[in-house]
């Protein structure tokens, strides 16, 4: 399967905890995206990457998020010190940005419950 | 504040029924495009719209893109028990980002 990935696929873990999250995108696409969903909305964005470059990331939710993409290659993404308003699904997108509006391949997402 | 506001929110009808959701925004967008999300999955691209006034039709789907590129709507003829998901309009304006709305949540039962 040549799509997007993501790995876990559903995290439970305790408050204060920190978790991270794990995209494979398609492997020519040069962009990479994070948004988050709970339920009954529309994902959320939070940050993206052109090649290895984060170019967005003042919409992370607070500093305890962070994501990276140190080869341009897969991306993972972190949440410090779990509260239980962090959880939701985290989806991981990519696209072959050359400019104009591209389509996303989303993942199946990361679901994250904070007990 | 949202961007993109979609609605209904939530539709149920039967097969075989005809409907229409909306995508409203009071900004221009340089391209608006739909998606369909199934429980467990991520969303899936339908279209892409561009030019102001641009209707696309994939099969049952019909998708119109407002004049002044502020607003969308798919209508759908005919649903079926497969057109069940999560309907999200996302907007880009400019260089930024996709945006994306709410959703409209379809059940279509058979």
Redesign the interface.
């Known amino acids: 399967d040549t799509g997007?990935s993501q790995d876990p696929r559903h995290k439970i873990t305790k408050r204060g905890q920190n978790v991270t999250f794990r995209c494979d995108p398609i492997s020519e696409h040069n962009r990479l995206?994070w948004?988050r969903q709970t339920l009954?909305?529309?994902?959320?964005?939070l940050t993206?990457f052109q090649n290895e470059a984060q170019l967005?990331k003042s919409r992370l939710l607070s500093d305890r998020f962070s994501a990276e993409r140190p080869k341009g290659s897969f991306s993972t993404l972190e949440i410090q010190r779990t509260e239980q308003g962090d959880s939701a699904m985290y989806?991981c997108?990519s696209s072959a940005y050359w400019g104009?509006?591209g389509?996303?391949?989303?993942?199946?997402?990361s679901r994250l419950t904070v007990l | 504040t949202q961007l993109?506001e979609?609605s209904p929110?939530f539709l149920s009808i039967q097969e075989g029924e005809n409907l229409t959701v909306y995508c409203n925004s009071s900004s221009v967008f340089?391209?608006l495009?739909w998606y369909r999300q199934e429980p467990?999955?991520?969303?899936?691209?339908l279209v892409?719209v561009?030019t102001g006034g641009e209707v696309k039709k994939l099969k049952r789907l019909t998708f119109q893109f407002g004049d002044a590129r502020k607003d969308s709507s798919l209508h759908i003829t005919a649903a079926q028990p497969g057109d069940t998901g999560l309907y999200?309009c996302?907007g880009?304006m400019g260089y930024s980002?996709?945006?994306?709305?709410?959703?409209t949540?379809l059940l279509v039962s058979p």
Not at chain 1, 40 to 45: C, K, L, N, R, V
């Open positions: 997007v995206y948004y009954g909305q529309g994902p959320e964005f993206y967005e989806l997108a104009g509006a389509e996303l391949f989303f993942g199946e997402g | 993109l979609q929110q340089s391209s495009q467990g999955e991520g969303p899936v691209l892409t561009v999200l996302a880009v980002t996709l945006t994306f709305g709410k959703g949540m």
